[in-house]
């Protein structure tokens, strides 16, 4: 089984920042690319940062200059660094990875269970 678990959501004032982590673990071989993404209510879930195993990097407009997204391979975890927070980031933030599991399934997405970040106005 794999799992991915994400942690470092919250409350936080317009113009403050959040760093979001999320933590594979269980039976994995490799993990590919890992993703953030996020679902504002009534909005389509949107990608906000996508990092590869190499370490290449892309963003969605909306976010470039104040997030970063960075990786841990040795911790099979990645991290979403979220500075100069606005009103409009509030949602539900979504990791994902493309996980190839030591045994069972062949190589696939896996989600986690998403975390709530609230900026304030």
């Known amino acids: 089984q794999v799992h991915l678990v994400e942690s470092g959501g919250g409350l936080v004032q317009a113009g403050g920042s959040l760093r979001l982590s999320c933590a594979a673990s269980?039976?994995?071989?490799?993990?590919?690319?890992m993703v953030w993404y996020r679902q504002a209510p009534g909005k389509q879930r949107e990608l906000v940062a996508r990092?590869?195993?190499?370490?290449?990097?892309t963003y969605a407009d909306s976010v470039k200059g104040r997030f970063t997204i960075s990786r841990d391979n040795a911790k099979n975890t990645v991290y979403l660094q979220m500075n100069s927070l606005k009103p409009e980031d509030t949602a539900v933030y979504y990791c994902?990875?493309?996980?190839?599991?030591?045994?069972?399934?062949?190589?696939?997405?896996?989600w986690g269970q998403g975390t709530q970040v609230t900026v304030s106005s």
């Open positions: 994902a990875a493309l996980i190839s599991p030591l045994i069972g399934p062949p190589r696939g997405d896996y």
């Open positions: 990092i590869t195993s190499g370490g290449s990097t």
């Open positions: 269980g039976s994995i071989f490799s993990i590919n690319a």
